[in-house]
T-cell receptor, first 113, second 112 residues
């Protein structure tokens, strides 16, 4: 069965610092990869996704993620975080041919002004 | 555009009482529907998913059940709540055969 690992449960950064959140999955084959974000008091929403093609994908609010198939990884990055990026971030993986997503446990990001 | 609704937003129930949480989707037809439970530090756990009316797949055997009486309605139920059922319940939908899931606002359930 697929499993998803997010390396850090909590991350604290100052504004303008660079961000990288790790995500690794266990089961190979063709996968679809997602990052979701949940801002305080808001719905879980899609940040970006990878289905195929260029392994470097860009999402909303300046976020990007790179799919490295050989490392089973899909790390999320942002060059310069803002206070408004404070949220919980979830990595998710969908195996091709299946209807369901497997989520990581989430990383809580706190950005101090 | 599509919207997804969940109610109630918050619920406090005694142990042993029944439960019914409702999720409805507007603006789409024949969606896949999903119920998740979100616990702090444990991510999102898929509970049930449905690819059509009356078709329910259970991912984790437990005290809960799900039903889909209409195309765009998904209900999460329990006959007798346990303390361990407390949590944040999220409903999601996706286009049939689609890859991306879209989430509702969630229901926070506290069982006392």
């Amino acid at each position: 069965a697929q499993s998803v690992s997010q390396h850090n449960h909590h991350v604290i950064l100052s504004e303008a610092a660079s961000l990288e959140l790790g995500c690794n999955y266990s089961y190979g084959g063709t996968v679809n990869l997602f990052w979701y974000v949940q801002y305080p008091g808001q719905h879980l929403q899609l940040l970006l996704k990878y289905f195929s093609g260029d392994p470097l994908v860009k999402g909303i609010k300046g976020f990007e993620a790179e799919f490295i198939k050989s490392k089973f990884s899909f790390n999320l990055r942002k060059p310069s975080v803002q206070w408004s990026d404070t949220a919980e971030y979830f990595c998710a993986v969908k195996n091709s041919g299946y209807s369901t997503l497997t989520f990581g446990k989430g990383t809580m990001l706190l950005v101090s002004p | 555009s599509q919207t997804i609704h969940q109610w109630p937003a918050t619920l406090v129930q005694p142990v042993g009482s029944p439960l019914s949480l409702e999720c409805t989707v507007e603006g789409t037809s024949n969606p896949n529907l999903y119920w998740y439970r979100q616990a702090a530090g444990r991510g999102l756990q898929l509970l049930f998913y449905s690819v059509g009316i009356g078709q329910i797949s259970s991912e984790v055997p437990q005290n809960l059940s799900a039903s889909r009486p209409q195309d765009r309605q998904f209900i999460l139920s329990s006959k007798k709540l346990l303390l361990s059922d407390s949590g944040f319940y999220l409903c999601a939908w996706s286009v049939r055969g689609g890859e991306t899931q879209y989430f509702g606002p969630g229901t926070r359930l506290l069982v006392l």
